[in-house]
């Protein structure tokens, strides 16, 4: 088996059937097929052998999808990094991953020049665009490779993509997805999350090196077209215009926040978006008032995915039939749900011996079944750990209601414990968004003496709007136990994100503690 023939495939069968679009340029399932299959060659040619991890350092391009299936073909390990990374953070992630090559866009030749010294597996370097010295272009290797088909056959536990998490609770961990991992979600995809076919024309607003790359699979196994938008950086406009020219049919996978950039924006009402079927959204929480402008305004095309690099891409949907307005109460409470859990895997919640906890009580959510990763690279004890018991513990907190409906709470590790209390971040964040005036909350903990920790609410306000204490602690009255209201409220227009868009919080916190120490004794 070898996940990179889904494309030797789609080929075979979709020949001239435009497999991708960015700008002006495209190209067809048999030009991208053979264009993988000369790079694949290449591989060889300079010594990769199946194993060798091959660093994926590009903003999302053609380019970014060939060097993917190449690696699969010749049987390398893909790992794909966020092109908005620092370089000690690319660093990090080369070095732990031990990558012996790297492919990457001629921008980001200074930054790895400052950290290649330090990489000494990394020795192959692969540049698109201007080379420098130390690499090799992108398009010499390319144009003299070898077109043929030459997939090498792999076992199904053999490595294809380590997902780097993106560290919002510490250093990324390579989650270790193999190719029957990576067969397992494709072939599961067209019937839990969407049809696929030829006639689709999918629009990747986000980055392949995340949730997008990983569905890039199913969508090619599909001869589905590939719509990658051309400017450096997300551009509402850009995505109405690509929407309306090419009659995008699905939006493969969104973060929350570029759905609010999109409903925010001032041009939404001026372009035809009525061939949109599938708007896929996920990878951090989606708060219910800005869900609800979103059902107003494209109808019932939403679908949530909860998911991890550690289960790709998906634990729990909540399908297009759920984003329903209004009128049904119960309906209405599960638009604050990531949905319900894949058919394909078994959920559990389970309390800290590992028990499972009863309907409607909080605790970790768990999973197993023929998604989940094999474990984290070079990291024995960390997997040992979230594989206790023969469960993957995800360490996210949650509940789940008679229906099956799961509601996150918060990363486990973010969960604020305030005199003894349990105080979960995303219900007051739920309830501070419920103010117009408030463009974005995080809800932290923060070391009291007295209490262990108590609740501080960090506001970014709408430009132009001032929600005061008074009106944001009376919300919380209205909506919530009074040992949950926080005890401070801070305002604060910029909140540290990470390449993917997720507030940082430890950050965040880390921040506010070096600036007023005080506030902690
Ligand atoms: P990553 O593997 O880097 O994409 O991060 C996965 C984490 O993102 C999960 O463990 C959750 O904490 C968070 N996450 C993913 N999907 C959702 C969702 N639909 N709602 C809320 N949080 C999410």
Redesign the pocket.
């Known amino acids: 088996m070898n996940i990179g023939s889904t494309l030797t495939q789609a080929a075979a069968a979709h020949p001239d059937h435009i497999a991708i679009i960015h700008g002006d340029k495209t190209l067809s399932y048999r030009a991208f097929n053979e264009r993988a299959n000369r790079l694949a060659s290449q591989f060889r040619a300079l010594g990769i052998r199946p194993g060798d991890r091959v660093g994926i350092l590009q903003r999302n391009g053609p380019e970014l999808l060939e060097t993917l299936f190449a690696t699969f073909k010749a049987g390398a390990v893909a790992v794909p990094i966020n092109a908005r990374s620092h370089p000690k953070e690319y660093a990090y992630i080369l070095e732990n991953s031990g990558c012996s090559a790297v492919v990457f866009q001629e921008d980001f030749v200074a930054g790895l020049d400052t950290v290649r010294h330090a990489l000494p597996d990394l020795c192959i370097f692969i540049a698109i665009g201007a080379a420098s010295t130390w690499s090799t272009p992108y398009e010499n290797l390319v144009a003299s490779g070898d077109p043929a088909d030459a997939d090498v056959d792999c076992a199904p536990h053999d490595l294809a993509w380590l997902?780097y998490?993106?560290g919002?609770t510490g250093k990324p961990k390579g989650?270790m997805n193999c190719h029957a991992n990576l067969q397992f979600m494709s072939d599961h995809y067209p019937r839990e999350v969407y049809q696929l076919g030829p006639h689709d024309v999918v629009l990747h607003p986000g980055p392949l090196t995340?949730?997008s790359g990983l569905w890039s699979i199913p969508i090619t196994a599909g001869a589905g077209t590939h719509l990658i938008p051309s400017g450096t950086s997300f551009d509402p406009d850009e995505i109405f215009r690509l929407i309306e020219k090419h009659r995008v049919t699905k939006i493969a996978f969104i973060a929350p926040t570029m759905i609010t950039m999109l409903l925010n924006a001032p041009t939404i009402d001026r372009h035809d978006l009525s061939s949109l079927r599938f708007l896929g959204y996920?990878?951090?929480?989606?708060y219910v008032e800005d869900l609800k402008r979103a059902i107003q305004q494209w109808g019932p095309i939403l679908c949530?995915?909860?998911?991890?690099?550690?289960s790709p891409m998906t634990i729990s949907l909540l399908k297009r039939e759920d984003h329903k307005l209004p009128g049904d109460p119960a309906a209405e409470r599960r638009l604050a749900s990531?949905g319900r859990v894949r058919e394909d895997i078994e959920l559990a919640i389970l309390d800290e011996a590992d028990h499972e906890v009863p309907e409607g009580e909080i605790g970790e959510i768990a999973i197993r079944g023929e998604i989940v990763m094999r474990g984290y690279w070079n990291m024995p004890e960390a997997t040992a750990e979230v594989f206790k018991g023969g469960w993957y513990h995800?360490?996210?907190l949650g509940m789940r209601d008679a229906d099956g409906y799961v509601f996150?709470l918060d990363?486990k590790k973010e969960m604020i414990i305030s005199g003894g209390a349990n105080v979960y971040p995303r219900e007051l964040e739920e309830v501070f968004l419920l103010h117009p005036g408030v463009l974005e909350v995080a809800v932290i903990g923060i070391p009291d003496r007295l209490w262990g920790e108590s609740v501080m609410a960090v506001v970014r306000p709408r430009p132009g709007a001032s929600p005061t204490e008074g009106e944001l602690l009376t919300l919380c009255r209205e909506h919530l136990a009074g040992y949950k209201k926080p005890r401070f409220i801070r305002y604060q227009d910029d909140l540290p994100k990470n390449s993917?868009g997720?507030i940082l919080k430890r950050e965040l916190k880390q921040s506010i503690l070096a600036e007023i120490p005080k506030v902690a004794t």
Do not use: C, I, N
């Open positions: 997902f998490t993106s919002t989650a995340h949730g996920g990878g951090a929480p989606m949530q995915v909860y998911g991890q690099g550690e990531a995800s360490g996210d996150l990363r993917y997720k």
